[in-house]
């Protein structure tokens, strides 16, 4: 199994970026796909996530501004993300599970955001 995460880089505060997550998983069979990231010096944090059902759901700290998607045709995971800060700085990572188990069985490889102000 392979989760590709793409599309960081270092941008300004307020701009927008689009991760995206290659994945050699049938994600339109019964899987939940998130991101993750985690800061430095902070802990792994779940910033969104989607069901199979096409259920979302977000972290606080990014709620109204990061939205989660993905298209089952490609195997391909999206995290768009709008109005970014500083604070949204980490390695990005998107990881997946069968619906029904209790952890994330696949990772990706990650990818950093850099937001400068």
């Known amino acids: 199994v392979q989760l590709q995460a793409s599309g960081g880089g270092l941008v300004q505060t307020g701009d927008s970026l689009r991760l995206s997550c290659a994945t050699s998983?049938?994600?339109?069979?019964?899987?939940?796909l998130a991101w993750f990231r985690q800061a430095p010096g902070k802990e792994r944090e779940r910033v969104a996530r989607?069901?199979?059902?096409?259920?979302?759901s977000y972290s606080d700290s990014v709620k109204g501004r990061f939205t989660i998607s993905r298209d089952n045709a490609k195997n391909t995971l999206y995290l768009q993300m709008n109005s970014l800060n500083v604070e949204d700085t980490g390695v990005y990572y998107c990881?997946?599970?069968?619906?029904?188990?209790?952890?994330?069985?696949?990772w990706g490889q990650g990818t950093l955001v850099t937001v400068s102000s």
């Open positions: 989607i069901t199979s059902n096409d259920i979302t």
């Open positions: 998983l049938r994600i339109d069979t019964a899987y939940t």
């Open positions: 990881a997946a599970k069968k619906s029904q188990a209790l952890t994330y069985a696949y």
